[in-house]
């Protein structure tokens, strides 16, 4: 499968300048994602699964090593063209202000382009994709529900046309049967269009329906990954089987 993004030897590290001490958040990082392939990147809280993600599209810099896009360093292009191409979607939602179509439409005013109307084919096959119902496309975005605004959010994320698509819980607002439906949309997304989807969720049920390959990064080092469905049913290092062990039972 084709490559679209690898990270090699990637090391950040952070300084408190209170304190004089400097913490190292990622250690030694290497990873190759594909063209098409849904990832799930799983861990405990604290373990550098934001930071990554974040470094990914050039919101922080690695401390050293490098991150390829095409085979290209992400560090010799614009990074605001990078964020088109390889989206991150944050767990919050921000609405702008104005309707649903207001925040959608910014994803092609943000472009150069001509902001389309609310009959537009990608405007409803992006709502359709993320389970936004139609009707909602009038209404003001902020009074929005918290599960309603995610699906906006991600929505908008579509519409930009990505390459690469990084959701950071991105369904964690939402109920059972919607985060579903949406992620059983995404996974399809991958396999007819080659999109690239990097998830970071606690849903490992939900992952391990979903994911081809799995990533569990704990103290800033990738310590196992691997294919569905064994990278969940079985985990090798001592670390991941006692963070498995204390997630809910698959199904729950």
Known sequence: MM?????????????????GLTK????????????????????PSGGGKT?????????????????LFHGQDIRDGNPLELRRRVM????????FSGTVLDNLQRSFVLGGEAPPPADDRRIRRAVDLCCLPAN????????????Q??????????????EILILDEGTSALDRPTAEELISNFRNLCREEGL???????DLPLMERAADKGLY??????????????????PESPQMIRFMAEMPARGE
């Open 149 to 162: 605004q995610q699906r906006v959010h991600l929505a908008r994320g579509l519409l930009c046309r990505p």
């Open 88 to 95: 991150l979607i944050q767990q919050k939602a921000f609405m």
């Open 24 to 43: 190292e958040i990622l250690k030694g990082i290497d990873l190759s994602l594909g063209k098409g392939e849904l990832w799930a990147l799983i861990g």
């Open 136 to 147: 909602l496309i009038g209404e003001e975005a902020r009074a929005l529900s918290a599960g």
């Open 3 to 19: 490559e679209v993004l690898r990270a090699e030897g990637i090391f950040k590290s952070r300084t408190d300048s209170r304190k």
């Open 51 to 67: 930071t990554l993600i974040r470094l990914f599209n050039r919101l922080e810099e690695p401390s050293a090593g490098r991150i």
């Open 217 to 234: 990064l704990e103290g800033g080092k990738i310590l196992e990954q691997g294919a569905a469905p064994d990278f969940f049913r079985k």
């Open 196 to 202: 690239t989807i990097l998830m970071v969720s606690h």
